[in-house]
Structures are given as structure tokens and as C-alpha cells.
């Protein structure tokens, strides 16, 4: 399978612990962003990296939320402290930058609950 | 900021009867986007509209940019019922924020056989 996969499907914590999604792009791909998707609602872009380079965040990531992308391949989104309201689908995407014509192609995402 | 917000929210339509979704832009956008999300599944590409007044047909589905390219839509004629899902919007503004897709809330699309 050569499309956008991610890590863990699920995710279950208690409030309060860390955790971390890993997100791996289509392998050409050098832009890869981090949206949120809550229940009933479009996906929320959080952050975008271009290469290794982290271009631009939204307000809605908050101090506890840190996404990176060292080698820029592979990204991590990670939440500190987790809140009953981190729950949501995290999706990640991918995409050429080639403009205009720059289509962001989805992963399946990771459901985060937090008890 | 900039807010995209997609009518109805709902439809649900008898097999073979057609569906609309409308989408407007409080800016003007660079491009727009349509996703295709299926109930438990991730967005999926359907097209990419660039061009003022630009009008793409995808089969059953019709789509179009406005001329001021702040709006757009989706058609599709005649449903049938693997057309169910949630249909999003998403427009890039371009500039430093070319990369940032800002979605609609959808609409979800029910079809009754």
C-alpha cells in the first residue's frame, strides 16, 4: 500500500498521560500536514511541514500539542496532558507542492479517546 | 479568520433523485477542493476547481467554482445509494497559508433505495 498510513488506528488514555500518533506519507510527498476531525464537524488544519520545516500552526494547537518531522519522512503529533476535549479523529495528509494543482491525499486516521 | 460553511447539513434523498451541497467562502480562494468521506472512513479527493467560473463533471457529479471564487458545488444526479457519505468543501487561501486546507462542515448525504 503506497497511500498516507497512520499510527495507532485507536488510541484510549486516561486524562492526564501522553500520547503520541505517528503519520507515514506517500513516500514522494514533501508536504505533510495534521488536521483534527471532531464528530459532525470538518477536518481543523493544526500544522503543516514542508521537508523537516514546520511552515505554519494554528491556533488551536495548544503548548501541549508538538508535532515533528526530523528527517522529513515520517511526523509525530504529539499531546501532553491529554483533556477529555483532545478526543477526535487526528488525520493526517500529504501532498506535492506543486501549485495549484496540490491535492492532499488522507490517511485513515487516529480515533484518541481520553477517559 | 477565513470560514467556509457548507448548506444543508443534511439531505436525504430517494434512490435516483438528485442532491446538491452549496459552499461559501468568507475569502476569496485560490482553489477549491471536494472530499468525499464515507461513514467510519477518511476524506477522500474527489476534484481540484482553480479557475473563476470553471465547471468539471465527474460521471454523475457536477462541479463547479464561482466567478468571484468565493463559492461553489456539487451535483449529482440521479443517487444511488454508494453515494452515501459526507461531502466537504475546502478551500486553500493561498499566499503564506498556501498549504492550509480550511474545511467545511459538510454534508451528509443520505440515499434511501
Known amino acids: 500500500d503506497t497511500g498516507v498510513s497512520q499510527n495507532p488506528r485507536h488510541k484510549i488514555t486516561k486524562r492526564g498521560q501522553n500520547v503520541t500518533f505517528r503519520c507515514d506519507p506517500i513516500?514522494?510527498?514533501?508536504?505533510l500536514y495534521w488536521y483534527r476531525q471532531t464528530l459532525g464537524q470538518g477536518p481543523e488544519f493544526l500544522t503543516y511541514?514542508?521537508?523537516?520545516?514546520?511552515?505554519?500552526k494554528s491556533r488551536l494547537l495548544s503548548d501541549r500539542f508538538s508535532a515533528e518531522r526530523p528527517k522529513g519522512s515520517f511526523s509525530t503529533l504529539e499531546i501532553q496532558r491529554t483533556e477529555q476535549g483532545d478526543s477526535a479523529m487526528y488525520l493526517c495528509?500529504?501532498?506535492?507542492?506543486?501549485?495549484?494543482?496540490?491535492?492532499?491525499?488522507f490517511g485513515p486516521g487516529t480515533r484518541l479517546l481520553v477517559l | 479568520g477565513q470560514q467556509v460553511m457548507q448548506i444543508p447539513q443534511y439531505q436525504h434523498v430517494q434512490e435516483g433523485e438528485d442532491f446538491t451541497t452549496y459552499c461559501n467562502s468568507s475569502?476569496?480562494?485560490?482553489?477549491i477542493q471536494w472530499y468525499k468521506q464515507r461513514p467510519g472512513g477518511h476524506p477522500v479527493f474527489l476534484i481540484q476547481?482553480?479557475?473563476?467560473?470553471e465547471v468539471k463533471k465527474q460521471k454523475r457529479l457536477t462541479f463547479q467554482f464561482g466567478e468571484a471564487k468565493k463559492n461553489s458545488s456539487l451535483h449529482i444526479t440521479a443517487t444511488q445509494t454508494t453515494d452515501v457519505g459526507t461531502y466537504f468543501c475546502?478551500?486553500?487561501?493561498?499566499?503564506?497559508?498556501?498549504?492550509?486546507?480550511?474545511f467545511g462542515q459538510g454534508t451528509i448525504l443520505t440515499v434511501h433505495p
Open positions: 475569502t476569496t480562494l485560490s482553489n
Open positions: 475546502a478551500g486553500h487561501a493561498g499566499g503564506t497559508s498556501y498549504g492550509k486546507l480550511t
Open positions: 476547481l482553480v479557475k473563476s467560473g
Open positions: 511541514f514542508q521537508n523537516e520545516a514546520q511552515l505554519e
Open positions: 513516500s514522494e510527498h514533501n508536504r
Open positions: 495528509a500529504s501532498s506535492l507542492n506543486e501549485k495549484p494543482q496540490e491535492t492532499q491525499y
